[in-house]
C-alpha cells in the first residue's frame, strides 16, 4: 500500500484565494483526519470523519475552513479565502477501527501551505 | 493551560548517550500513551504505544506511564545520529475515542 497520499506537497499562494488540499486514505481505513501543525501551536486536530461522514469538527478555526469527504477515498480540506496566519503543514490521516486495542493513526507526508 | 505538556527543547546529545523525552497532563481520562516520531519535512509515524501505566519495551526504546503522576517518558538508549527526530507525544481515553491529543514535541539531534 502506498501509505497516505496527500496533494500538492508545497503550495504558495496570496492573500484571499481559494485553497484546496487533497487527502487519498490507506485502503480499507474507515476513518479519516486533517490535523495543522504550526510552530507555536504544535499538531492541532482540525476534523475527523467516520466512514465518510463528519464526525467532529470543533477544531475547525472558523466558517472560512471546510472539509468534505465524497467517497471512502478522497478527502478535500478547503479554505476560502485564505490568510497568512493559515500558512501551516496540514496533514491528513487515516486509521481502522478494531477492538479492543488502540487504533493507530497513519500521517500522509503534509501539504506544506504559505500565505502571502 | 494545555491538556498536554511537552518540553520543545531542542535537545542535543553525542551519540551513544541516554536520551529521557517526558510528557506531562491534565486529563485523568486518558487511557493509551503514544509516542510518534516525525523526521524533518515527514508526518508523524507511531514510535510505540502503552496503555495505562507501566513500562514498555521496544530495542532501545522504552516508554513508561505514570498515570498517579500524570507523566510519561520515552527512554532512548545508544542514541543513534539516525534518532534525530522531532518526538511528539500523544494520548487519548480509550480506544474507542478516535482524537488523539498531542504534545507540542520535542527536538532530538544525535551528534555523531
Known amino acids: 500500500d502506498a501509505g497516505v497520499i496527500q496533494s500538492p506537497r508545497h503550495e504558495v499562494t496570496e492573500m484571499g484565494q481559494e485553497v484546496t488540499l487533497r487527502c487519498k486514505p490507506i485502503s480499507g481505513h474507515d476513518y479519516l483526519f486533517w490535523y495543522r501543525q504550526t510552530m507555536m501551536r504544535g499538531l492541532e486536530l482540525l476534523i475527523y470523519f467516520n466512514n465518510n461522514v463528519p464526525i467532529d469538527d470543533s477544531g475547525m478555526p472558523e466558517d472560512r475552513f471546510s472539509a468534505k469527504m465524497p467517497n471512502a477515498s478522497f478527502s478535500t480540506l478547503k479554505i476560502q479565502p485564505s490568510e497568512p496566519r493559515d500558512s501551516a503543514v496540514y496533514f491528513c490521516?487515516?486509521?481502522?477501527?478494531?477492538?479492543?486495542?488502540?487504533?493507530?493513526?497513519?500521517f500522509g507526508p503534509g501539504t506544506r501551505l504559505t500565505v502571502l | 493551560q494545555k491538556e498536554v505538556e511537552q518540553d520543545p527543547g531542542p535537545l542535543s546529545v553525542p551519540e551513544g548517550a541516554i536520551v529521557s523525552l517526558n510528557c506531562t497532563y491534565s486529563n485523568s481520562a486518558f487511557q493509551y500513551f503514544m509516542w510518534y516520531r516525525q523526521y524533518s519535512r515527514k508526518g508523524p509515524e507511531l514510535l510505540m504505544y502503552?496503555?495505562?501505566?507501566g513500562n514498555k519495551e521496544d530495542g532501545r526504546f522504552t516508554a513508561q506511564v505514570d498515570k498517579s503522576s500524570k507523566y510519561i517518558s520515552l527512554f532512548i538508549r545508544d542514541s543513534q545520529p539516525s534518532d534525530s527526530a522531532t518526538y511528539l507525544c500523544?494520548?487519548?481515553?480509550?480506544?474507542?475515542?478516535?482524537?488523539?491529543?498531542f504534545g507540542s514535541g520535542t527536538q532530538l539531534t544525535v551528534l555523531p
Open positions: 490521516a487515516s486509521s481502522l477501527w478494531a477492538i479492543p486495542s488502540y487504533n493507530e493513526q497513519f
Open positions: 502503552t496503555y495505562s501505566s
Open positions: 500523544a494520548m487519548t481515553p480509550s480506544g474507542s475515542a478516535r482524537q488523539l491529543t
